[in-house]
């Protein structure tokens, strides 16, 4: 199984001006990170890191822990940088995606978990086909709101959209971490 986790310093999200939102970010990513490297069976994990543009994409291979260097490396990998664009690690998530499902030791099964600060700043001509592409290689979406109400934007490429407060609630908590 593969997990990609897609994660603006505030999808996996961070603000320049609101550390909480890093916080929380790095707090949501490594929860999925432990829990999917625990999961009955193992499931692979990419996240991609991204603002603007992609920041950085660590892989975490099913079958065993994430080594300390790897998630300090992961957690240092945060930039307060502003502006927000999802079609850079959506358009990723959909190649290592369509790659999975060609490789002989994948089962080509795949979420995506998108955090964001909620704020896209980019155009939106991609979110057509990104849902064609979505609904070819049938995978599911949980987004994620870090700061404040999901975008349009999240809420349309979600199959679920969660938000900070709903991660107070153990029920809406178990529904994300599930998976």
Known sequence: MWETVAGHHASQAASAVDPTRETWAKAVTLVLLDHTANAVPPRQVTVVRFSVDIDSTHHFPAGRPPAPDEILALAGAWKAEGGT???????????????????????????????????????????????????ELGFRVFGVAIAGQPSPELTAISDTVHTIDDLTDPSDARALFRL
């Open 85 to 135: 664009d999802y079609w850079p690690p959506l358009h990723n998530a959909l190649t290592l995606i369509a790659d999975a499902r060609h490789h002989p030791r994948q089962d080509g099964a795949a979420d995506v978990v998108f955090l964001t600060d909620g704020e896209h700043h980019g155009h939106t001509a991609w979110l057509k086909t990104f849902r064609a592409r979505k609904a």
